[in-house]
Structures are given as structure tokens and as C-alpha cells.
């Protein structure tokens, strides 16, 4: 992100609203990975998450606890009801799924807003 000179004599309420103006465009960054896979092994059984037996780590490279995530699973992942997506930590989503993947599920959007 650049940073404007600022050039204009400003009062110290604007002053403070354009600083609060890039702060928040800098906490509310948002990145958008896609095609995010997880390998048939990466799943392990997991009594975790009441009814999903099945846990596995979708990495995503960047993302950390502070952040948010929204991720679109497939179609056809999403009609089979299957997964359930829980914490958020660094570098990981944990994924739950009912019942264990036999393919490797990709799933085509994880979109981060960085720090909530």
C-alpha cells in the first residue's frame, strides 16, 4: 500500500481520520486464495466436532488466529452436506468431514479478511 504525501495544512480531526482511513483499510485487507486442496491423508478420525468423525488442515498460506475466512466449497461438496469447517490458526482451517473423503477435495475460493 502506498502511502500519500500528504501536501495541504490538515486540522487534527482530519489528520486522525485519514490515519484511521488507512488503518483500516490495512487491518480489513482482504486476500483471496483458490483451489485450495486436502489430500485423502490428511484426514484422521476426530471426535472433535459432534457429528463429524473426521478432521483434516486445509493450509493456507498467510492466514492467521485475528483473521476471518469465508470459503466456497464445490457444488457437488456442498449438496452432499459433508464437511463443516471449524478454528481458524496459523497457516490452517480445520475441515470436519462425516465421513472421510476417498479423493482429494479442493475447494475453489478461501477469501481472508486479515485481522477480522
Known amino acids: 500500500m502506498a502511502?500519500?504525501?500528504?501536501?495541504?495544512?490538515?486540522?487534527?480531526?482530519?489528520?486522525?481520520?485519514?490515519?484511521?482511513?488507512?488503518?483500516?483499510?490495512?487491518?480489513?485487507k482482504v486476500v483471496n486464495k483458490t483451489n485450495l486442496t486436502i489430500s485423502t491423508t490428511a484426514w484422521a478420525a476426530s471426535s472433535e466436532k459432534s457429528g463429524y468423525s473426521f478432521k483434516a488442515n486445509l493450509t493456507v498460506s498467510g492466514i492467521a488466529t485475528a483473521d476471518q475466512a469465508y470459503l466456497k466449497f464445490s457444488d457437488s461438496d456442498v449438496a452432499g452436506m459433508n464437511f463443516c469447517v471449524g478454528a481458524i490458526a496459523a497457516n490452517a482451517i480445520a475441515i470436519y468431514a462425516k465421513t472421510k473423503p476417498t479423493t482429494t477435495i479442493t475447494i475453489p475460493l478461501v477469501r481472508i479478511t486479515k485481522g477480522g
Open 3 to 28: 502511502v500519500a504525501k500528504i501536501t495541504q495544512a490538515l486540522k487534527p480531526s482530519q489528520v486522525i481520520a485519514k490515519i484511521n482511513e488507512i488503518i483500516d483499510g490495512f487491518n480489513n
